[in-house]
């Protein structure tokens, strides 16, 4: 939906990039071509990113899917993360070549530096895009103020009359 927003910092543009491969309105689906990917490692990665769509919209403030964080906790488990320190002493977090490895680290990333809760889902049922709240106590609820907080506000206004 959101094309308005800047993309979430480091590693975690990675994980809204693949929660917003799919557009939940229109059912339109970019995973297999955006990450090339096929049988088995399609199947895992449409799982990982249902998982992960599930932890956003518990950032958001909603129940997650029951069974979701299980899904999203098993799946990550199996990521093999390394610390690796370079020539001048700084240390990086080396991903394996999966994408659920990858999305690992940028989690890992995320939550050193305290990012991972401001990634979230859009509210809209009808949306659920991925996005990362920039706002100033954290706690936006929409992609788009303009859009779907829009259209929130006009059914909670409706509802009054």
């Not at 096929?38 to 518990?58: D, M, Q, T, W």
């Not at 990550?76 to 690992?104: K, S």
């Amino acid at each position: 939906m959101s094309g308005e927003r800047a993309p979430a910092p480091g590693g975690l543009a990675l994980v809204e990039e693949l929660v917003n491969t799919l557009s939940v309105d229109t059912g339109d689906d970019r995973l297999a071509a955006q990450f090339g990917l096929s049988g088995p490692a399609l199947a895992e990665a449409v799982e990982l990113r249902e998982a992960l769509r599930a932890a956003l919209l518990a950032h958001a403030g909603h129940q997650a899917p029951a069974g979701a964080l299980d899904t999203l906790n098993g799946l990550l488990a199996t990521a093999p993360l390394t610390v690796r320190v370079d020539a001048e002493g700084t240390a990086a977090l080396v991903a394996g070549g999966g994408l659920a490895d990858r999305i690992a680290a940028a989690l890992a990333e995320g939550i050193a530096a305290g990012t991972w809760p401001r990634l979230k889902a859009c509210a809209a049922e009808d949306c659920q895009w991925a996005y990362y709240d920039r706002s100033p106590a954290a706690r936006g609820r929409w992609c788009t103020m303009s859009v779907c907080g829009a259209r929130a506000k006009m059914r909670t206004y409706r509802s009054r009359s």
